[in-house]
Antibody, heavy 120, light 111 residues
Framework: EVQLLESGGGLVQPGGSLRLSCAVSGFTISSYAMTWVRQAPGKGLEWVSSLIGGSLYYADSVKGRFTISRDSSKNTLSLQMNSLRAEDTALYYC???????????????WGQGTLVTVSS | QSVLTQPPSVSGAPGLRLTISCTGSSSNIGAGNDVHWYQQVPGTAPRLLMYAYSNRPSGVPDRFSGSKSGTSASLAITGLQAEDEAEYYCQSYDSSLSGWIFGGGTKLTVL
């Protein structure tokens, strides 16, 4: 059974840092693309970052501040978030992404999310 | 303002058919990039509902179907049921933005 479990969320001051983790079971993350998607309170879904093979992709809103990575030995995906802003407040989901090619790629399994709140 | 445009809400009585539209542009749907759909019941994570316009993952009822026309895609639900009440999102890839995009979401209410 595929399971994704996010952790690491919490309350952080503007300008601070936070590291999210996504522990995966049921498949090997090094064989798949992985992604982070966020959802601000009461808002829609926003793609944040993807790791496909050895390539990293970021939304313009987080480029230069967030870093996606994986630890294959622990089968875990991470998102290092620096210089956090109030507008980064959201529920962060990790998801498995299909590697069929960017134009056809979608997210077939999702975790339950971890909440990040950026506030003073 | 989302790159993919969806109606904020739709509603219908049980048993009826309704559709949710997703309008894009020449840099996403019009560029030939696939559209996928997700269902999000309040308080839960999104769930893949439809991929590549009209393909249902295992476990999704055949009451759900998808289609494409030009720079738009549609999700149709027939035989509406109370359990279909949720938020629905379309998703594609935007070649100009070089990133994956979502529609703003459509809240479906079963009357």
């Amino acid at each position: 059974e595929v399971q994704l479990l996010e952790s690491g969320g919490g309350l952080v001051q503007p300008g601070g840092s936070l590291r999210l983790s996504c522990a995966v079971s049921g498949f090997t993350i090094s064989s798949y693309a992985m992604t982070w998607v966020r959802q601000a309170p009461g808002k829609g879904l926003e793609w944040v970052s993807s790791l496909i093979g050895g390539s990293l992709y970021y939304a313009d809103s987080v480029k230069g501040r967030f870093t996606i990575s994986r630890d294959s030995s622990k089968n875990t995906l991470s998102l290092q978030m620096n210089s956090l802003r109030a507008e980064d407040t959201a529920l962060y989901y990790c998801a498995r992404q299909t590697k069929v090619g960017a134009a056809s790629s979608y997210f077939d399994f999702w975790g339950q999310g971890t909440l990040v709140t950026v506030s003073s | 303002q989302s790159v993919l445009t969806q109606p904020p809400s739709v509603s219908g009585a049980p048993g009826l058919r309704l559709t949710i539209s997703c309008t894009g542009s020449s840099s996403n749907i019009g560029a030939g990039n696939d559209v996928h759909w997700y269902q999000q019941v309040p308080g839960t994570a999104p769930r893949l509902l439809m991929y590549a316009y009209s393909n249902r993952p295992s476990g999704v009822p055949d009451r759900f179907s998808g289609s494409k026309s030009g720079t738009s895609a549609s999700l149709a639900i027939t035989g509406l049921q109370a359990e279909d009440e949720a938020e629905y999102y379309c998703q594609s890839y935007d070649s100009s933005l070089s990133g994956w995009i979502f529609g703003g979401g459509t809240k479906l209410t079963v009357l």
